[in-house]
């Protein structure tokens, strides 16, 4: 549709998510700390009421897209991370982590109609419930479909029937997000703590193997930054002393299960401590899991809110430079984009908006694509 360039960007509180339109549109700070902490928690139910309890059980995701159809484009660029959801009668639990449940979040549910709900902002709306697939979209009070995603879930015990079928002739395994043993503790914590803060820059690929039948735990390093033995062997000495800490139910029968490993210490005038990644031998998963540099998205998110205190002061050429800024130090801050976009349209400057507009379409936005072919062609 068509915008009016008289419109005014409502003035925003803070450098929040914008909507995606023409004209940016900053959510309150206080809610969007609200939204996020409640976003995973709830959902609307696009289903007959008879099929309710197909959704109690445990279920493993395998695909996510963008809600609007749009190329996903979040802090993870790709989808690499993993999501296990645990379902029953009172509560619904959220595990971001393959190896160990530390992370595990609960929350109470109220079921009304076709709708569980655990907050009055926000909810995911099944889209199709079967005995063995899930799929779910967000749906958040003030976010457009370019802001929200698409979930694709499978159910575990069906995951974990097909691995054993698969390997069911096998001796020795390489375990995968899917299908791996679990540990009651995480290595992190326990290298943290043995390094007692006497840390310093330098990552490791490698590989531990868990041997049920010896009831040991052997560490690999193939590659290392560090040359400092001394590390590495304590590395090895706590990952080796972990047997004890696997669950390994439904791995017994293997002679070997190999888990890839990646690790990175790390030390900055802001962070400090170990890191440790499975089931990869690619040290750029970090930036991939971790959203890219803490140090890079504090300066984009420092300069997003620079552009938005300009654009309330009418310093509309200094706004579109702090959101260039911006988008340039944080790639993945789109936001950054669609507001400098914005800018260039309310104050006239229509060709400019619309090369915008084309590069964010360019990024597979369809939100961008629409306005591009709206008010460019």
């Not at 959510?27 to 309890?53: A, D, E, H, P, V």
């Not at 590395?235 to 017994?252: A, G, V």
């Not at 031998?281 to 899991?289: A, H, K, P, S």
Request: contains cysteine; hydrophobic residues 35%; charged residues 30%.
């Amino acid at each position: 549709m068509k915008f009016n360039a008289k419109l005014k960007v409502s003035a925003p509180k803070s450098p929040t998510a914008a909507s995606g339109k023409a004209l940016a549109v900053i959510i309150n700070q206080k809610m969007k700390r609200l939204l996020f902490l409640i976003t995973i928690f709830s959902f609307n139910l696009n289903f007959g009421q008879n099929n309710l309890s197909e959704i109690y059980g445990n279920w493993i995701k395998y695909k996510v897209e963008m809600k609007d159809g749009s190329k996903l484009f979040d802090r993870f660029i790709e989808d690499s991370t993993y999501i296990e959801y645990s379902i029953d009668k009172q509560k619904l639990c959220l595990n971001s982590n393959p190896i160990h449940k530390t992370n595990e979040s609960c929350l109470d549910y109220t079921l009304i109609n076709n709708f569980i709900k655990t907050s009055q902002y926000s909810g995911l709306l099944i889209e199709k419930i079967t005995n063995d697939t899930l799929i779910f979209s967000e749906k958040i009070d003030g976010l457009t479909n370019d802001k929200l995603k698409r979930f694709y879930f499978k159910r575990q015990e069906l995951v974990l029937s097909k691995f054993n079928e698969e390997n069911k002739n096998k001796k020795n395994i390489i375990a995968s997000k899917l299908f791996t043993p679990k540990t009651n503790s995480t290595i992190e914590i326990e290298l943290n703590k043995a390094f007692k803060n006497n840390f310093s820059n330098f990552e490791l690929i490698g590989n531990l193997k868990i041997y049920p039948k010896e009831k040991s735990v052997k560490t690999q390093i193939t590659f290392s930054t560090q040359k400092d033995s001394s590390r590495i062997r304590t590395i090895k000495k706590i990952i080796d002393s972990s047997f004890e800490k696997w669950d390994l139910t439904n791995f017994n029968g293997f002679e070997s299960i190999e888990l890839p490993i990646i690790l990175k210490s790390e030390i900055t005038n802001r962070y400090w401590g170990i890191k440790v990644l499975f089931f990869t031998n690619d040290l750029n998963e970090f930036e991939i899991v971790y959203g890219g540099k803490l140090e890079d998205m504090r300066k984009s998110s420092e300069l997003f809110e620079k552009g938005i205190k300009s654009y309330q002061e009418k310093k509309y050429l200094k706004a579109i430079e702090f959101f260039t800024e911006s988008y340039r130090i944080d790639p993945k801050n789109i936001d950054a984009l669609y507001n400098k976009a914005a800018i260039y349209f309310e104050s006239g400057d229509k060709e400019n908006a619309c090369i915008v507009w084309k590069e964010i379409s360019e990024l597979g936005q369809v939100n961008g694509k629409e306005l591009y072919q709206n008010n460019c062609n």
